[in-house]
């Protein structure tokens, strides 16, 4: 375990702090012994995953720890489809290693990149009606907590289990999930051109016909990409074109050079919108489900999303496309929507309710507040919820009252944590009014 005095920064540079002392601890021992040392010095203690998060979930004005050397796999069971790591391993580590005994996740997010314990902590989520949030698939986690002990929670009825789910690290360290898997599967993924129009009025039918279901719609036009992916028995197949989308939008150093472009001269961002939406191509290819679900994001963006109630769907994009069009706003990147099961995590967006997660995008430091800020008054219009890991501007006091098991979470946060060696500035604002 060597402490090095660097800097840290966040993938899509939202967040930076310089001179932190990161720790890379290799035993569980070690990182008690970390969490021992911050409490005796009333000390600030927050955990890195691979820095994904847009918001300010990871920084620390103290100690920060990166579970970078605290990774793998620890024990499989196939025949209980379940699988133990340490939180540090990768989603892209874990899923080749479950490859490896026929098991696969259940669903996963755009990016495999990120740490399990990270994922999992600001309710990381893929597309589909019938999937959950990842956290979902927690069958037991390990957690060390503020006094240095190692908690068991294994039992999805304890309240604690519930709160631990989802908490952006405001309960403890994370040092072991066991997670509900599957056999492992293969998705065919379908990509479509349509109409917006087209595609809001199918919506129903594409949301309950197809196990995976997202659509981007790309402002200054009608036109959406359509991405349908289901189970299939059918031969495991690379199609060049089909790749095309995200190869050209989100994947290509082309692309990344017209969007710095864009963000020299912002009024050409919506011709770049344009010409995105018309160089969508069609086509499928079939691959084991791991390999489906993700692609790299070779060019970066801000995000923020939030999770909205089903019903509204229609409305939040109609009223999207009317104030991007009104404001004039410069934007390149597409509108993205995914669609994800009801749950009863505590600090769940998709708390005891259907969602459908909506994201807007703007290319890496461009100045997003004035396009955040009016998605986001139309997200709050609409009942949205954030989520935890992507930028909103809601503290304590909006954010209460949208999640029925509030009061639970901060009364076993205080237990947990009292005297907040785990808290940060980020933390202080969305739990403490
Ligand atoms: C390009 C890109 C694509 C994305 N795609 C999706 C997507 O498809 N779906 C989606 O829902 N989200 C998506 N996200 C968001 C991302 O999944 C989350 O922000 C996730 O938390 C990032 O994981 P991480 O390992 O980078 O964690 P970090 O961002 O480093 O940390 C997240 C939080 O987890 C805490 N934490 C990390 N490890 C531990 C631990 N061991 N114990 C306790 N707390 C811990 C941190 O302190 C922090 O509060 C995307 C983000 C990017 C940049």
Known sequence: MSPKKT???????????????????????????????????????????????????????????????????????????????????????????????????SNMGDIDVQTLAGAYSTGTHGSGILNQTLPNHTVSMKIITSNSQILLLDNPSDPKFKAAQVMI????????????????????????????????????????????????????????????????????????????????????????VVCKFTKWFPRTAKYVSKLAGALISEGTKINLSHKIYVTP????????????????????????????EREKIQVQFPVEVRFVKSDDIFLSPAYQQDSCYIAVHLYQGMNFEKYFKGCEQIFLQYGGRPHWGKIHYLTAKELAPKYPKWDS?????????????????????????
């Open 7 to 105: 800097k840290w920064s966040n993938w899509a540079k939202t967040e930076e702090i310089q001179p932190v002392t990161i720790k890379y601890p290799m035993t569980s021992e070690e990182i008690v012994a970390i969490v021992h040392g911050a409490k005796n010095e009333h000390k600030q203690i927050r955990v890195a995953g691979s820095g994904h998060s847009f918001t300010g979930v990871v920084p620390s004005k103290d100690i920060l720890i990166s579970l970078k050397d605290y990774s793998g796999l620890i024990s499989v069971n196939v025949e209980l489809k379940q699988a133990t790591f340490k939180a540090g391993t990768t989603l892209k580590d874990a899923a080749i290693v479950l490859d490896q005994h026929e098991l696969g996740f």
């Open 297 to 324: 994001r070779l060019v970066r963006f801000t995000e923020m999303e939030y999770a909205m109630p089903m019903e509204q769907v229609k409305d939040v994009i109609l009223a999207l496309k009317r104030y991007i």
């Open 409 to 433: 979470f901060q009364m076993i946060r205080r237990e947990m944590d009292p005297e907040g060696i785990f808290m940060n500035d980020h933390l202080e604002l969305i739990f403490n009014d």
């Open 169 to 256: 690290g405001a309960l403890g360290i994370i040092i072991e999930l066991t997670i509900q898997l599957e056999t492992q599967y293969k998705l065919k993924m379908v990509s479509k051109k349509e109409k917006l129009d087209v595609c809001l009025e199918n919506l129903e039918k594409y949301i309950h016909e197809n196990r995976s279901f997202e659509f981007f719609w790309f402002p200054y036009t009608s036109t959406v990409q359509l991405k349908l992916a289901n189970k299939t028995e059918e031969e495991i197949k690379h199609n060049r074109f089909t790749s095309y989308f995200s190869d050209i939008i989100m994947e290509n150093k082309v692309w990344g």
